[in-house]
């Protein structure tokens, strides 16, 4: 298989599942349990912490690109797209930064990413209300960050660590 | 390329550092965002950034339902004395439904689909001059 199409295989195959995480996670939302507008686990942010531990920071953002234009298909509107881009790449490149730091961990670089995510879509949301209305959600947001991106964090640790790439790469190199 | 935090296996000072700023930055907005406390308490209701309505919630007498006009999706707004809900929206979301009763100043419920904000905000003076839309 040469290296390209393993390339693109190994993209393809994590945007489907970033996908289907996003969506399985609106099918459950936490917002029943906990009313705050915005609120979620966060699963989808899993495969870009993956994407960028064990491929490149290139294919974290195609995967993303892809996962957030495919997501608008399926969920349906145009909005959404602007919110989940917003957010989406806030987060990873504050990820993609947080990873370079000495002396921390997945569960800081998840946390690091759910809080920009968080802010991201508020800044979003406040550019398409034109009131500054949504900023009153930021801080409960960024203290939920807090506890979704330690649970991503905790997961993405175990995922990073029992996933290497080199299933992916066995034949190409 | 090789990432230190991806092989870290226990959290280090850097993920304190990062809660620590997190945290920081949220009480630092709620200290900014602290609402004016007031007997009067308002809702008013933005619709795409223009104001539609305003109400004084401190003078509802009994509850009443209020449909909202030219939105997006159909909503329905509830007013008691003291509180508001949207108690009814056609949005797909139902963030704003879930959000149920805002009742202190400060507080919001958005509906996104519809670009709705209601705002309630507290105010000092009796002598207030409610205006309706």
Redesign the interface.
């Known amino acids: 298989m040469p290296a390209s199409l393993g390339r693109l295989t190994r993209c393809a195959v994590l945007t489907a599942l970033a996908l289907a995480l996003s969506v399985a996670e609106g099918l459950v939302p936490l917002?029943?349990i906990f009313?705050l507008?915005g609120l979620r686990l966060g699963l989808a942010n899993l495969v870009t912490v993956y994407a960028?531990?064990?491929l490149?920071g290139r294919e974290a953002l195609l995967i993303l690109a892809a996962r957030c234009l495919l997501g608008s298909l399926v969920g349906?509107?145009l909005?959404a797209l602007a919110f989940s881009l917003t957010g989406g790449l806030l987060a990873l490149g504050v990820m993609a930064a947080?990873?370079?730091?000495?002396?921390?961990?997945?569960?800081?670089?998840s946390?690091?990413g759910a809080?920009a995510h968080n802010t991201g879509q508020i800044l979003a949301?406040l550019a398409?209300?034109?009131?500054q209305?949504?900023?009153?959600?930021?801080?409960?947001l960024?203290?939920c960050?807090?506890v979704t991106g330690a649970v991503t964090g905790g997961i993405s640790?175990l995922l990073?660590?029992r996933v290497p790439a080199a299933p992916f790469e066995r034949k190409s190199l | 390329m090789r990432l230190p935090a991806a092989e870290r296996r226990r959290p280090g000072p850097g993920d304190g550092i990062i809660a620590a700023l997190v945290i920081a930055a949220a009480v630092v907005l709620l200290l900014l965002l602290r609402p004016a406390s007031g007997d009067v308490l308002t809702a008013t209701v933005l619709l795409d950034g223009a104001q539609v309505g305003q109400y004084d919630l401190s003078g509802v007498e009994q509850s009443f339902l209020l449909p909202l006009e030219g939105t997006a999706y159909p909503v329905v707004i509830e007013l008691q004395p003291g509180r508001v809900r949207v108690a009814e929206s056609g949005c797909p979301s139902q963030d704003c439904v879930h959000t149920g009763w805002a009742d202190s100043p400060g507080e919001q419920i958005i509906c996104l689909p519809n670009r709705l904000v209601i705002s309630l905000s507290g105010t000092d003076h009796p002598d207030f001059d409610a205006v309706t839309g």
């Not at chain 1, 398409?128 to 009131?131: F, K, N, P, R, S």
Request: charge should be positive.
């Open positions: 917002t029943v009313p507008p960028l531990c064990r490149s349906g509107n909005t947080a990873l370079r730091l000495p002396g921390t961990s997945l569960f800081g670089v946390i690091a809080a949301a398409v209300l034109q009131t209305a949504p900023l009153v959600y930021l801080p409960p960024l203290l960050s807090l640790t990073v660590r």
